[in-house]
């Protein structure tokens, strides 16, 4: 990955403490993460890049919720944007962030 990549916390949050890590290096965290649903949005995170090889993402919402996710390696055209969502349940779904409007 050449370009910095961001990841957005997107819907289901409220009021939680997120922390992302970088290939078990905790490198943003968080509390009182809400959505604003007027945006869609509860945060939009930094990664630190240009990062070599396809690094795991990993981000913990307190204690109800985990996710990984493998970023694009350095052949990934453009900036790399990622989302992460939460279900009423406090499933996650984390991947690659859908076409639309950036922040």
Not at 4 to 12: Q, Y
Not at 13 to 41: A, H, K, N, P, Q
Not at 60 to 74: I, K, M, N, Q, W
């Amino acid at each position: 990955m050449t370009e910095p990549a961001v990841l957005e916390l997107g819907t289901g949050f409220r009021d939680d403490e997120v922390t992302v890590l970088l290939d078990g290096r905790e490198v943003w965290s968080g509390g009182g993460i809400t959505t604003d649903y007027s945006i869609g949005l509860a945060a939009v995170v930094p990664l630190p890049g240009p990062v070599d090889g396809q690094p795991l993402l990993e981000v913990r919402v307190g204690s109800r919720a985990r996710g990984a996710e493998r970023l694009p390696g350095p052949a990934a055209a453009g900036p790399v944007r990622l989302r992460c969502d939460l279900d009423p349940a406090g499933a996650m779904a984390l991947g690659t962030a859908p076409e639309g409007p950036m922040f």
